[in-house]
């Protein structure tokens, strides 16, 4: 069974950073497609960010050139790195592994609060 375990969340103020991590395990990682979706209260769970085995990456509209994620195969590890931070980016942030439409497994989340 796949494991994914995240970490790196916690409060921060507007135009702080953050970087969350997922170390991944039970899993041939370099072959796996990592995203990174949110959730805010009352909302849908949307897609963050998602890099390839191959190292293409995509993301939201909203975070384009503000977040950038990235992969350590060595280390089993993706990570958000998540810059000039906005209260609308407060959501618990959810770490995701898959290949082509199926889903191995989910972490299981990390709040990420964006507050003065």
């Known amino acids: 069974q796949v494991q994914l375990v995240e970490s790196g969340g916690g409060l921060v103020q507007p135009g702080g950073s953050l970087r969350l991590s997922c170390a991944a395990s039970?899993?041939?990682?370099?072959?796996?497609?990592m995203g990174w979706y949110r959730q805010a209260p009352g909302k849908q769970r949307e897609l963050v960010a998602a890099i390839t085995g191959g190292g293409s990456t995509n993301y939201a509209d909203s975070v384009k050139g503000r977040f950038t994620i990235s992969r350590d195969d060595a280390k089993n590890t993706a990570y958000l790195q998540m810059n000039s931070l906005k209260p609308e980016d407060t959501a618990v942030y959810y770490c995701?592994?898959?290949?082509?439409?199926?889903?191995?497994?989910w972490g299981q989340g990390t709040q990420v609060t964006v507050s003065s």
């Open positions: 995701h592994a898959g290949r082509g439409v199926v889903t191995m497994a």
């Open positions: 039970k899993i041939i990682f370099s072959i796996i497609t």
